[in-house]
């Protein structure tokens, strides 16, 4: 029964589109990065969200480590990024060859042309299941010109997408 409904959550989650995003951070100057799609906003007061990351993740390590992270905001223009850090490599800075990426204040890497930048301070980690959650209060925020003709890049049913009402 526990594995129908598993394989039930699974293809319901399909279903569900999310926003496509690279979690980046630095660990003793060292880039790292994952696409995730388990990002969302938490709050207003303060200005939070949360970032899901399972703890199987090469990610998952650095991130438990840092002080700071910055979500990354993808357009349909950043498929070959999206591809870029979901996949895995020996060695975490080669997925930042693709893109153009910068240093904050801080040292947190960030996409330069992404759709929006949200810095964020680590607030707490809380485990559940196979994931912890990160949730981060925002330190800044850098947003594309409004009039950028780009759409958000989508993931849903197992592929990406844009959406065609905006």
């Known amino acids: ?6 394989d039930d959550f699974r293809h319901a989650m399909r279903r569900l589109a999310a926003s496509v995003n690279i979690v980046t951070c630095q660990k003793s100057g060292v880039w790292h ?8 906003s938490l709050c207003l007061e303060p200005p939070s969200l949360l970032v899901c990351v399972n703890r199987t993740a090469s990610f998952h390590a650095a991130l438990c480590d840092a002080e700071m992270f910055c979500v990354n905001i993808l357009g349909t223009q950043h498929l070959d990024v999206s591809n870029a850090f979901g996949r895995k490599v020996d060695n975490p800075a080669e997925k930042f060859t693709t893109g153009s990426w910068q240093a904050d204040r801080t040292g947190s890497p960030f996409l330069v042309d992404a759709q929006s930048n949200v810095f964020c301070k ?27 003709p780009e759409l958000p890049l989508l ?4 592929r990406y997408a844009s959406p065609a009402c905006l």
Not at 155 to 158: I, K, L, S, V
Request: with cysteine.
């Open 155 to 158: 993931y849903a049913n197992g």
């Open 33 to 40: 990065g994952m696409t995730a799609t388990a990002v969302t």
């Open 122 to 148: 680590v607030a707490s980690v809380f485990s559940y299941g196979t994931h912890d959650i990160f949730v981060g209060v925002c330190e800044s925020i850098l947003t594309a010109d409004p009039d950028t």
């Open 1 to 6: 029964m526990q594995l129908i409904l598993q």
